[in-house]
């Protein structure tokens, strides 16, 4: 099949379409709103729903409401957008609804600007709204995976009843690169939870009150024993270099391709460097990254957020890491990485702010 | 009409509730009774129960799914519209019922059912009013009356602090979409005769496909109010009445849009619609070319961003890997409008190109900004037609050739960037000129655009054989 080229916010578009996706509500804000353009015309053109909602709030509630009805719903935004979401998400993990959300990561806190981020890092993978719940987190860090995450994320939503993010940045958003758009359109089955406006379904609830305190704990430790199974059954990672690596790097999403750019030139210095990067935040290759500790040197976590990251790559590998963080927009050249890894590289102990 | 039996849409026993349950959570003389019992009737009525999906609200009738033997969700707190808008745009069959209460519809949910009126989503209303949050203690709703008491307006409701009672059957009046508004009243059995066939009026709306119904049921709340069910009552006609006229604000015929379903594509369709374009024939060489870190950069109406993903289409269709990102927040600036376009052999890195081994600058802020920026002996084409310096480095190939002019006289200015592009196939050897003239065509879609910029593309091959190619011949193919 031949490959096109795409840009992240398109291709993530066309993998939800061809992904069986039936509903876009969202509303628009930077630098997610192409994702809008591209599924206003794309939803719209293959006869499947796309609707701007008044807010993000009520965008969320659509996507309740389309996902109660059997609907394989979807909606974008990035950081103060997702932050408005949270109650209904918390709302969709407690009715266990299915639902996939793209967070394009822009810099914070507050209006912050449209540059790149990843510092909604907590708020997705850690859960957002209240209560006792986890969302299905996907990292893309190339256009085709946009395509791919978004091709597999509604049959994952719909397996485990959760909300899968797909949690990207503005750059993986933006970029252009050859995409392979999968050639066989996958398609909801029938739920035999949902509601269909039928005999059979009618008595179907869709509800997230529980009246006793016995019921609701139930309820919470179902929902555990579920997260558990999905920790079991679907962590993904991927290493570059790290037979040997005593130098790793851990880095998702566009921090992951300068990452892979600095190891490619350690390597030719002769650095045993590696990388290894998440393409599931939650659940988060925690067993891959104690193993490897145990290997390597020195750990350094690359990522445009204050650290939020490498706080779990820390609990995982039982140690203290390195942090090269960018915040505020700033996208560290590979130079610059490089520049701190060989200057680390010299120091015996682990240890820097 | 049955008038004391339980309406065959009411569960017999409310199991959800609780094993054996006969009895309904509202308090004696609660209007959530009331019209409960008068929607459930009319679904009866109308045979319509296995299509209707039932909105319950956050407030006293949260618990409706206990007794509604229809599908039901339960919402969050004011959203009940939003999650009916995608419930009905979900299922065409669907009858969705929103039923609020004033806390839930005009406070924190203003937004949510202003919008779904104004969208003229396909659902029944049924607004609740008791001027009071029930559920949650008999705090002020935005319904509350001047001069009522409530637990958060215990010296009564004063409109210099909390402001006026809304009134929302007027403001949706005021609203284009909707095919149906009326305010009833549950004040007496009259009155909830009434109800009913204001209730029943929009159901049928929803049968018939004919939009978005509101229903406004003033409402007792006894417990709230503090009064008996029967004070309540004549509170309800005496003092409510008046500030909400109970009346038809609007009953239209023709909806002001008529419903039509998409037309939702095949598969194969679908696949179609998202394969790559019409292929063309380029002969796949796989060549060993040295990694091509570029920046394009100009001024806006040059065309440097598309020139960009232009160069990339190219490389991808002969094979290697390629890579295009705008110029983007950080790196915008001194108004050039730049893009990154890497090309390799191998699996891209970073797709920021942030030392450039090429630098194509349209004009001088770009040259400016990026010059610096080249890596030691990379190669630089400057737009001599719009940069008159030379370059201030002596370690990297520079190349000065007038590319708006050669635009200019094939005829299109515009095409400038396609004349830079060309220079930069011949010199890098990095894409063939063959795989531009074939690109060009899938690209722009007016016929005579392609027949300039393969004008343009023939006068840079010529431009270069004459005037570059002795000095630098595809020096940086291996
Ligand atoms: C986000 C949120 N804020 C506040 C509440 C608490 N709350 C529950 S019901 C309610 C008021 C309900 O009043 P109304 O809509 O008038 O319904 P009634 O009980 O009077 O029928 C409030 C404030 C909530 N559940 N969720
Ligand atoms: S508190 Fe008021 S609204 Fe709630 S059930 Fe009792 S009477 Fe009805
Ligand atoms: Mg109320």
């Keep these: 099949m031949a490959k096109q080229l795409i840009k992240g916010n398109e291709a993530v578009v ?58 394989r719903v979807m909606t974008a935004s990035s950081g103060p957008g997702i932050a408005l979401m949270s109650e209904g998400l918390s709302y969709l993990a407690g009715a266990e609804l299915p639902a996939v959300v793209v967070d394009v990561q822009r810099a914070g806190p507050g209006l912050g600007n449209i540059w790149p981020e990843q510092a909604d890092y907590n708020m997705v993978v850690k859960g957002g709204g209240h ?13 085709q995976e946009m395509c791919d995450f978004a091709y597999r994320a509604f049959e994952l939503a719909e397996r485990y009843r959760m909300t899968v993010f797909i949690l990207a940045d503005a750059y993986i ?49 179902k929902l555990q024993e579920k997260y558990a199974k999905v920790e079991r059954e679907l962590v993904e990672w ?54 490897l500790s145990r290997q390597v040197r020195q750990i350094a976590v690359v990522e445009l957020s204050n650290g939020q990251m490498a706080a779990d790559v820390e609990l995982a590998a039982r140690r203290s890491v390195l942090k090269y963080n960018w915040m505020g927009g700033k996208v560290p050249s590979i130079q610059e990485v490089l520049e701190l890894a060989k200057e680390d590289m010299k120091q015996t102990t682990t240890v820097r702010g | 009409m049955v008038k004391h039996a339980k309406p065959k849409t009411f569960y017999d026993t409310f199991e959800r509730r609780g094993p054996g349950e006969k009895n309904t959570t509202y308090c004696p003389g609660c209007g959530h009774g009331n019209a409960h019992k008068l929607i459930a009737e009319v679904i009866a009525e109308l045979g319509i129960q296995d299509r209707v999906i039932f909105c319950s609200p956050v407030g006293c009738s949260v618990f409706a799914y206990y007794y509604f033997d229809t599908g039901n969700v339960q919402c969050s707190h004011g959203r009940a519209p939003a999650v009916a808008t995608g419930l009905s745009r979900a299922r065409d069959n669907a009858i969705v019922i929103s039923y609020q209460g004033d806390g839930d519809l005009a406070g924190i949910g203003m937004g949510a059912i202003m919008h779904a009126a104004n969208r003229g989503e396909h659902m029944a209303v049924f607004f609740i009013n008791n001027a009071i949050y029930g559920m949650t203690g008999g705090q002020m709703a935005p319904t509350t009356l001047i001069g009522q008491k409530t637990t958060t307006t215990p010296f009564g409701r004063s409109p210099g602090r909390e402001g006026f009672p809304i009134r929302m059957c007027e403001l949706i009046n005021e609203l ?20 009913k066939r204001a209730v029943k009026q929009a159901l049928l709306n929803q049968v018939n496909k004919k939009g978005f119904s509101f229903v406004e049921l003033l409402s007792p709340c006894p417990i709230n109010w503090k009064m008996t069910p029967i004070e309540a009552r004549k509170w309800l006609i005496d003092t409510m009445e008046p500030l909400f006229p109970v009346k038809v604000f609007r009953n239209i015929e023709e909806p002001p849009v008529k419903y039509e379903p998409p037309k939702v594509l095949s598969d194969a369709e679908l696949v179609n619609h998202f394969a790559a374009t019409t292929e063309i024939e380029i002969p796949v060489s796989p060549r060993e070319v040295e990694d ?30 390629a890579t295009w990102l705008p110029s983007y927040g950080p790196e915008m600036r001194g108004g050039t409008a730049n893009a990154s376009v890497i090309i390799s052999n191998n699996q891209i890195g970073t797709p920021l190109v942030s030392s450039p081994n090429v630098l194509i600058a349209m004009n001088a802020p770009s040259l400016d900004t990026f010059e610096e920026t080249v890596v030691s002996s990379g190669l630089v084409i400057v737009n001599s037609s719009l940069v008159s310096r030379k370059l201030r480095r002596e ?84």
């Design chain 2, 292 to 321: 091509q870190y570029i920046k394009i950069a100009g001024f806006g109406g040059q065309g440097v961003m598309s020139a960009g993903v232009f160069l990339a289409n190219c490389a991808i269709k002969e094979g290697f890997n």
């Design chain 1, 14 to 71: 066309y993998g939800a379409l061809l992904g069986g996706a039936t509903h876009f509500f969202g509303y628009p804000i930077t630098p997610a709103s192409e994702i809008a353009h591209a599924a206003a015309e794309y939803f719209v053109s293959t006869g499947r729903c796309f609707l701007q909602a008044e807010d993000e709030v009520n965008a969320i509630n659509m996507l309740y409401g389309a996902a109660s009805a059997g609907g």
């Design chain 2, 176 to 195: 284009q979409a909707p095919v149906y508004i009326e305010r009833v009243s549950l004040g007496d059995a009259a009155r909830i005769m009434r109800a």
């Design chain 1, 238 to 291: 991927e290493e570059y270099d790290t037979e040997d690596a005593d130098f790793l790097f851990v880095a998702y999403g566009i921090s992951a391709r300068i990452s892979l750019s600095v190891v490619r030139e350690l390597r030719r210095l002769n650095q045993k460097a590696g990388l290894l990067r998440p393409k599931t935040l939650y659940p988060f290759p925690s067993a891959r990254i104690a193993e």
């Design chain 1, 131 to 143: 209560g006792n719940y986890r969302n299905i987190v996907l990292a893309p860090f190339s256009a």
């Design chain 2, 395 to 478: 370690d990297v190939r520079a190349i000065y050739a007038p590319v708006t002019e050669i635009a200019k006289d094939v005829g299109l200015i515009a095409a400038a960037s396609v004349v830079a592009l060309t220079l930069y196939a011949c010199i890098s050897g990095a894409v063939q000129i063959e795989t531009i003239k074939k690109v060009i065509p899938l690209s722009l879609k007016k016929k005579a655009l392609v027949d300039v910029n393969l004008k343009a593309v023939e006068a840079a091959v010529e431009y270069y054989q004459k005037n570059i190619k002795e000095a630098y011949s595809y020096t940086s193919v291996k």
């Design chain 1, 173 to 221: 958003g933006q970029i252009m690169e050859a995409v392979e758009v999968p050639t066989k359109v996958h398609h909801s089955p029938r739920k035999e939870w949902a509601l269909y406006a039928d005999r059979e379904s009618r008595h179907n609830l869709i509800t997230s009150i529980l009246m006793n305190t016995e019921l609701l704990y139930h309820h919470n430790k």
